[in-house]
């Protein structure tokens, strides 16, 4: 996961591909701080199940919360594979790979108005290998 926060005139992202198993997405949030948009240190999950976004407890009011997943694929063709955003999520974009090293992509996001502890509920894949979660939280402009 690589983030980059825009504060002047750039309109193009350009990701590395990582040659030709690359899988990437792109999402764009509006109305960051753009002083401190990190509201803490995102977490991370290492799961054998489904993508499962681990706590994150902002210190802040309000904050975006967004979600990544990404599920590894060995056994099923990935473009049989589905992805569902984690129970009160929407569902930015998710993105499948599907050359050597398939796997499967999913950004979600929901706004968060308190400085309470936010727990994600998984995504949910439809297969079974590995996958890795991460949470985030997006500090809102003053």
Same mark, same amino acid.
């Given at each position: 996961i690589f983030y980059y926060f825009v504060?002047?005139?750039?309109?193009?992202?350009?990701?590395? #591909?990582?040659?030709?198993?690359?899988? &990437?997405l792109a999402v764009v949030f509006r109305n960051v701080d753009t002083s401190n948009p990190l509201d803490v240190t995102h977490t991370t999950d290492n799961s054998s199940v489904?993508? +499962?976004?681990?706590?994150?407890?902002?210190? #802040?009011?309000? #904050? /975006? @919360?967004?979600?990544?997943?990404?599920?590894?694929?060995?056994? &099923?063709?990935?473009? +049989? /594979?589905t992805l569902t955003a984690p129970s009160g999520y929407t569902?930015?974009?998710?993105? &499948?790979?599907?050359? &050597?090293?398939?796997? @499967?992509?999913?950004?979600?996001y929901k706004e968060h108005t308190s400085t309470g502890s936010e727990n994600p509920g998984a995504f949910s894949v439809n297969n079974q290998d590995g996958s890795i979660a991460y949470t985030f939280a997006l500090r809102g402009e003053s």
């Open positions: 504060t002047g005139t750039e309109t193009v992202i350009t990701p590395s #591909t990582g040659g030709s198993d690359g899988n &990437n489904n993508p +499962d976004p681990p706590n994150i407890s902002p210190v #802040t009011s309000p #904050t /975006m @919360i967004v979600v990544f997943g990404v599920k590894q694929q060995s056994n &099923n063709n990935p473009q +049989d /594979m569902l930015a974009t998710f993105s &499948n790979q599907h050359n &050597n090293s398939e796997c @499967i992509i999913g950004a979600a």
